[in-house]
Nanobody, 127 residues
Framework: QLQLVESGGGLVQPGGSLRLSCAAS????????IGWFRQAPGKEREGVSC????????NYANSVKGRFTISRDNAKNTVYLQMNSLTPEDTAVYYC????????????????????WGQGTQVTVAS
C-alpha cells in the first residue's frame, strides 16, 4: 500500500527554519515526482515545490524561491523541504504528494495533478 507520511512541522518564530520530511512506504520514490503543497486557513491549496526523483530536477513557487530547498535521500526513500527565513505568511498545513512525472519537450517535468497524498503537517510561524 502506497503511503506518504509528513513530519517536521511545528511552531517557529519569524526568521526561523524548519525541515519537513516526506517518508514513502509501499513503493520506491525512484520513478516519481514529489510535490510539496500548502494550504492556509481560508485559502486555496498552492504548490510550493517539486522534485523529479530520478533527475533531481526541481522547481519552486516564486513565493519561496531562495528560502526553501527541496531534496531527496534515495536510501531513506524520503524527500525533504528545508524552509528558511520563515514568515507568518508561510503558516499553513503542508502536504507532500507523489505522482509519475510527465514527459515534455524538455524532459520529465512535475505533473499538474497528483494521486497520492500524505496527511499533512502543520507549520505555524508566529512570535
Amino acid at each position: 500500500q502506497l503511503q506518504l507520511v509528513e513530519s517536521g512541522g511545528g511552531l517557529v518564530q519569524p526568521g526561523g527554519s524548519l525541515r519537513l520530511s516526506c517518508a514513502a512506504s509501499g513503493f520506491t520514490l525512484d520513478y516519481y515526482a514529489i510535490g510539496w503543497f500548502r494550504q492556509a486557513p481560508g485559502k486555496e491549496r498552492e504548490g510550493v515545490s517539486c522534485i523529479i526523483i530520478s533527475s533531481g530536477r526541481t522547481n519552486y513557487a516564486n513565493s519561496v524561491k531562495g528560502r526553501f530547498t527541496i531534496s531527496r535521500d534515495n536510501a531513506k526513500n524520503t524527500v525533504y523541504l528545508q524552509m528558511n527565513s520563515l514568515t507568518p505568511e508561510d503558516t499553513a498545513v503542508y502536504y507532500c504528494a507523489a505522482e509519475l512525472p510527465v514527459l515534455s519537450g524538455s524532459g520529465y517535468v512535475c505533473p499538474a495533478a497528483y494521486d497520492y497524498w500524505g496527511q499533512g503537517t502543520q507549520v505555524t510561524v508566529a512570535s
